[in-house]
């Protein structure tokens, strides 16, 4: 399943345009603090999508009927530019554990890339409600390469995708490689890829704007 939450406009559409903004993008700070704000956006629609247990809260006039989730997410990311959508995540799912993937893309002369995973840090995934975040979902294979480290090391009972910008051709190719418990959730697609698989029109190395570029 996709879900793409900025066909309407609302907040998130402020934010997302803002992380596009080169003049914005200037302001390092401001960035990473919009991907922490869609991270909450994110999390509070993926929170309709778990499953919820009444329950009874004493108040200090009597008792209420309530909700509680019935069980805590495992929230992972992609290294480095993951971290702050993570961290907006991790503000309402404040009692999840967590899990940290490196991944990157190693050149070769003809400017082609593949994607090389240097660590996984995880708790136990068995039966857990994975969300794995990463800010863009370009041509779709470190997202993919991701999952597939995420079902080497557990069976998580469903996988929520988070990701802020996807291009049309990585969507689908994650989609047609990757289980049905998948869903990605998208802040918007972008129509297109350019020869070095950055989307268009994107908004350029969400790592590099969050914290400064890299050698």
Known sequence: MIIELSKEPSLLSQFITELRDVHVQNDSMRF?????????IFAYEISKKMDW????VKT??????????DQQ??????LRAGLPLHQGILNYFDKGENAFISAYRKHHKDHSFEIKLEYFASPDLNGKIVILSDPM???GHSILAACQ???QNGKPKHIHIAAV?????GVSYVRKNLPDNVTI???????????QAYIVPGLGDAGDLAYGVKK
């Open 149 to 151: 480290e995420i079902l």
């Open 137 to 139: 979902l370009a041509s």
């Open 32 to 40: 990473r603090r919009n991907l922490e704000r869609i991270g909450e």
């Open 185 to 195: 959730w998208l802040g918007a697609i972008d129509p297109e890829l350019n020869a």
């Open 60 to 69: 200090p006039l009597g008792v209420s009927a309530a909700y509680a989730l």
């Open 73 to 78: 997410p495992v929230l992972a990311t992609i």
């Open 165 to 169: 910008i996807g291009s049309e051709a």
């Open 53 to 56: 247990k009444k329950t009874e």
